[in-house]
């Protein structure tokens, strides 16, 4: 009797620490601790290492093209994410110097911007139709904030053809994009 209710005991919580962490299956944690930033990131990609251009880099192993990113820039100090616009505004800005800068050969184009606050901080959730210069296009989604004279920009970017399968994964992974 007694093997039983351990057994029964056994289950009830490894069931219930099984729920807890259903919210985050298939993805891995991402922390920056010195930058200040974490997120999470499909299973099955890989950090890669770049140099003059984004913080950090994940891909996945198969579709290598796939990828989430982190680039960090200044800004005063004293400005916040307000500051620097509304969410559309921001969004626009973004595409020209980040998305598709000029001589790219990248189109973008922002497909909605919304604003959320998290924690007490804002972000600004962005997403992009991209069409590329061999004309093939992507989907990108990008959450921006602000935090101790650092503007934060989390982008991830999927083909179009797999956007469909991509979306939840992608939008479940911007979300989690926190600074502190």
């Known amino acids: 009797m007694l093997k039983r ?11 219930t620490l099984q729920g807890c962490v259903a919210g985050v ?10 930058d200040g930033y974490q997120f999470l990131y499909p299973n099955g990609w890989l950090e890669i290492k770049v140099s003059d251009g984004p913080d950090v880099v994940f891909h996945d192993i198969i579709e290598q093209t796939e990828n989430v990113s982190v680039v960090i820039n ?10 620097l616009g509304e969410p559309g505004e921001v969004g ?3 595409s020209k110097t980040a998305i598709a800068p000029p001589g790219s050969g990248r189109k973008a184009e922002l497909v909605n911007a919304e604003a ?19 004309n093939q296009e992507r989907h990108n989604l990008a959450s921006v904030a602000v935090s101790r004279g650092k503007l934060y920009t989390f982008n991830a970017s999927t083909p179009e053809y797999r956007w469909e399968k991509m979306k939840t994964k992608l939008e479940q992974a911007v979300k989690s994009f926190s600074v502190y």
Do not use: H, W
Request: positive net charge; proline residues 2%; charged residues 25%.
């Open 5 to 15: 209710l351990v057994v029964v005991l056994i289950m009830v919580v490894g069931f």
């Open 25 to 34: 299956a298939g993805f891995k944690s991402f922390v920056d601790a010195t």
């Open 74 to 83: 200044p800004v005063t100090e004293e400005k916040s994410l307000r500051d």
């Open 92 to 94: 626009y800005k973004l």
């Open 116 to 134: 959320r606050e998290v924690n007490g901080k804002q972000y600004y959730l962005l997403e992009y139709f991209v069409k590329l210069s061999n």
